[in-house]
Structures are given as structure tokens and as C-alpha cells.
């Protein structure tokens, strides 16, 4: 590279640690803390448990295959790049934009819900929802334009207090089950409640509750596929994928399937303080009752707070997958190469981040405007519902993909620092169950004999917006399949 010439690459400063508590935190949010309690009131404790184990499974398997190709080619474009180099260069383009797309407006989302959390507290109150929204956005926005340690050491802060928060709830649970907090011994009497553990008559209809819930559970986990982005800038990704990778299997188990277990056991199913617990509703947390029914009066407090620093951390997160996302497009030639130009000292790419947060706070500001923006902001915010699920099948078909072209080529499957288990079962039951989600988004709309259209757009709108960007580039570029002996396996520093 000449003197003069823009630079192009980032710097390798994400430590084991940052890797492994981004993959933590990407997996705690929201989903947990709230969501939760939604899922076991519409499928029973036992349905919610069945919902979540079924897509963690599915979560370590796309994990799994994302981790073999992040180590054998760590890139900031991750199954963008991937399913470039292995499948087709349209697919690889429609998934990029998509996913840049999506993080977009989850970060605009994510400082309007912050700013109604923040003003739980009456001394906060002095700036209005929308000033609050501003000053986080402006805080997002100046940590990703420092270095990329700045964004690891943040979001390694914001999990480990996720992460303690989970381990302090298991821990007041249990006790509370048995007796030892809060009163009298509880044990399994709640999953004996009505039609509890399952809900629904005959089984096809206990199916359909937990297909329900699958959504609910899909959502939950998104943000784990963050750790193949950070590969393109962690220090030893050989050594912090793999090790991250195989955390999650434990992760799952414990954060998910244990409180899932935990809140079953100690709230009803029938408890109509389980339903519609949103984050402008701390109490409604099922986090929020367990603490309070073991006789902790400032669980309310603790949660609001909890809650608050988590979404700050999905919109960091998001922030940082969308720009890296749009700078190894520019790289690749899949959006303008301006935006793959990066700071010669910091690494980070500075046009993607200002570009980014152009578009969020355009679509923050859309959102504001009653007149103008409430109809076209339900219609960008559907657009956006199923990618974190289209992201998930690139990953499983890129694997699929890779590893037959590594295969075809004659090269040893030794010789391959991490190994996903379980090939090819793996990445095509990811698929199988990503794509009977994304059917299942509403089960009432697809069994119901008369469609409601306008429900109809508006569910599964993601997909027509991910179709748009993979034809427009197919029919401009006229890309084909790459051909298994064709596919790029070189592990140069893409």
C-alpha cells in the first residue's frame, strides 16, 4: 500500500475475553428479562421449556458452523462474505444489506425504548423521552468511533452485568422454590395448574402453542451470531471463536433453560402478571416477581437498571455489527469501497459509522412524527422482523456449502483449527427449524380461512425485502451458483 493510498484494514484488538462476553451478552437481553414470561403464559412452563431448548439447539448448531468458518476465515463480513465466497455473490449482497438493515433500526428502536426505561426514575425526568433518545445515540455513536477495544471493553461491561443478574436470580429462585426466601415450600405445583405443563387440546394444538413460542425464543437468541463478526477483529481468532462457541451450549442451558425453569415453577402460567410484560412495564418483568416474592422491595429498581444497560448494549452491539457489516461490503465489492476506508490509527471504519448513524437518526426522527411517519414506521419496523432469522439460514447453507467445497477440493478435514460436530445434521436441521419459524411467524394467520392481508404484509415483509436486494443484484450482475471446485478457500486477510 502506498503513503497516500486510503486504508482499508482494522486492527486486531478483541481479546479472548471481549469475544466471550459478547457472545454472553448477545444471547441476554430483553427476550429474558420480558419476553419470557409471555412465552410460558401462551405455551405452559412445559411448552416455553420445549420452545427454548428446540431453538438453543438450533442456535448451538448455526454456532457451530459459524465458529469453523470464522476460524478458518475470520472476516468482519462474516456470513455476508460467506455465502460471497461459497454460494453466490447475489446471496452473499442480499444478505449484507439485510442484516446492515435490520441493525439500523434496531438501533433506533433501542434509544427510544432506553429513553422510557431511563425515565423510571422522577430526577430523570428533566430532559424529555426524545432528549434522552439523543444523548444515547450520541454515546453509541462515540464509542463505536473510538478504537474497537472501546466497543469490546464496553460491551464485556454491560454483559458481565447481565451475567450476574441471571446468576443472582438462579440463585434467589431456587431458594424462594423451596421455601428458604418468601414464605412456603413451592416445588412443582405450578406445572400441575390447569392444562399446565402444555397448553392446548390434543397435540396438535400443543404444537402449534409451542410453535408460537419458537418466535419468542428466536428472538431471545438473536445477537449470538455477533461473535463471527468480531473474528475480524479479535487477536487470536484460532483460540476466542472455538472457545466462545463451546460456551454456548452451557449458556443456553443455564441462562435460558434454567430461568425459564425457575419462573415456571415459582409464577403460574394462569398469572396475568406474566402477560404483556413490556420494557415500559418494569414490574411486569417475571425477573421483577421472583425478586419481589423473596422479599427484595427494590427489585423494580434493580431490573429497570438492569434492563436499561442491556438494550444500551443491543444498540452498541448493533451499531458495531451494522457498520463492520457495511465496511467488509465495501471491501468486498458489495456497497460503495468508500465505506471500507478506515482509520489509519484507530482501524475503525469511519464512513460506515457516519453513514449508519445518518440512517438511524432518520428513522428516529421518522418515527416522532405522528402525522407523517406512525404508518411507514410499522411498515420499516416489519421489514425488519425476520432477518436475524434469513441471517441464521445464510449461515447454515454457507456451512453446508463450505465444508462440501472443502471436501470436493481434496483438502484434510484435520487440518481444520475447529471442526462443527455433527456435519451435515447440524447446519440442515438449523435450517429446517429456521425455516419452519419463519412459516410459524403468526399461526393464527396461516390457519385462519380468511387472510387478513394487511396482517399478512406486514408479518412477513422481510422476506419480500431480502428477495428485493437478491434479485436486483442477480439480474444486474447475472451471478450463478459457484460450483463446489470453484469456491474460494484461500485464507488470505479478506
Not at 14 to 36: D, E, N, W
Not at 197 to 222: C, E, H, R, T, Y
Request: one cysteine or more.
Amino acid at each position: 500500500m502506498t503513503e497516500n493510498a486510503p486504508n482499508t484494514e482494522v486492527k486486531r484488538h478483541l481479546k479472548t475475553r471481549h469475544i466471550s462476553m459478547i457472545a454472553i451478552g448477545g444471547c441476554i437481553g430483553t427476550g429474558l428479562f420480558m419476553a419470557s414470561g409471555t412465552a410460558i403464559h401462551d405455551a405452559g412452563p412445559g411448552g416455553a421449556l420445549v420452545a427454548y431448548a428446540a431453538i438453543g439447539l438450533m442456535v448451538y448448531f448455526l454456532m457451530t458452523s459459524l465458529g469453523e468458518m470464522a476460524t478458518y476465515l475470520p472476516t468482519s463480513g462474516s456470513f455476508a462474505t460467506y455465502a460471497s465466497r461459497f454460494v453466490d455473490p447475489s446471496l452473499g449482497f442480499a444478505l449484507g444489506w439485510n442484516y446492515w438493515f435490520n441493525w439500523v433500526i434496531t438501533v433506533a428502536v433501542d434509544i427510544a425504548i432506553a429513553a422510557i426505561v431511563v425515565t423510571y426514575w422522577e430526577p430523570l425526568r428533566f430532559l424529555p423521552a426524545w432528549g434522552w433518545s439523543i444523548v444515547f445515540f450520541a454515546l453509541i455513536t462515540a464509542l463505536n468511533l473510538f478504537s474497537v477495544k472501546a466497543y469490546g471493553e464496553t460491551e464485556y461491561w454491560f454483559a458481565l452485568i447481565k451475567v450476574l443478574t441471571v446468576i443472582v436470580f438462579l440463585a434467589i429462585g431456587t431458594l424462594t422454590i423451596f421455601g428458604i426466601l418468601g414464605g412456603a415450600y413451592v416445588g412443582f405445583t405450578n406445572f400441575t395448574v390447569g392444562d399446565a405443563p402444555f397448553l392446548g387440546d390434543g397435540i396438535g394444538n400443543k404444537f402449534l402453542a409451542i410453535l408460537g413460542v419458537f418466535l419468542i425464543a428466536g428472538f431471545s437468541f438473536q445477537g449470538t451470531e455477533l461473535i463471527g463478526i468480531t473474528a475480524g477483529e479479535s487477536e487470536n481468532p484460532e483460540q476466542s471463536i472455538p472457545r466462545a462457541v463451546k460456551q454456548i451450549f452451557w449458556r443456553i442451558l443455564i441462562f435460558y433453560i434454567l430461568a425459564i425453569l425457575v419462573i415456571g415453577l415459582l409464577i403460574p402460567y394462569t398469572s396475568p402478571q406474566l402477560l404483556g410484560a413490556d420494557v415500559d412495564e418494569i414490574a411486569k418483568s417475571p425477573f421483577t416477581l421472583v425478586f419481589e416474592r423473596a422479599g427484595l422491595a427494590f427489585a423494580a429498581a434493580l431490573m429497570n437498571a438492569v434492563i436499561l444497560s442491556s438494550i444500551l448494549s443491543a444498540g452498541n452491539s448493533g451499531m458495531y455489527a451494522s457498520t463492520r457489516m457495511l465496511y467488509a461490503m465495501g471491501k468486498d465489492g458489495l456497497a460503495w469501497p468508500l465505506f471500507a476506508r478506515t482509520g489509519r490509527r484507530s482501524g475503525v471504519p469511519h464512513n460506515a459509522v457516519f453513514a449508519t448513524a445518518l440512517v438511524i437518526l432518520a428513522i428516529f426522527l421518522l418515527q416522532l412524527d405522528d402525522r407523517v411517519g406512525k404508518h411507514m414506521y410499522e411498515y420499516i419496523l416489519a421489514a425488519s422482523g425476520l432477518t436475524g432469522f434469513i441471517a441464521w439460514l445464510g449461515i447454515a447453507i454457507s456451512h453446508y456449502r463450505f465444508r462440501r467445497a472443502y471436501i470436493a477440493q481434496g483438502k484434510p478435514l484435520e487440518a481444520l483449527t475447529y471442526r462443527a460436530k455433527w456435519f451435515p445434521f447440524g447446519p440442515l436441521l438449523a435450517l429446517g427449524l429456521c425455516i419452519l419459524v419463519i412459516i410459524g411467524q403468526d399461526t393464527e394467520l396461516v390457519l385462519n380461512a380468511h387472510l387478513d392481508w394487511q396482517r399478512l404484509l406486514i408479518t412477513y415483509m422481510g422476506l419480500p425485502v431480502f428477495f428485493t436486494f437478491y434479485f436486483y443484484h442477480k439480474l444486474r450482475y447475472k451471478t450463478r451458483k459457484i460450483p463446489l471446485t470453484e469456491v474460494d478457500l484461500r485464507r488470505d486477510a479478506h
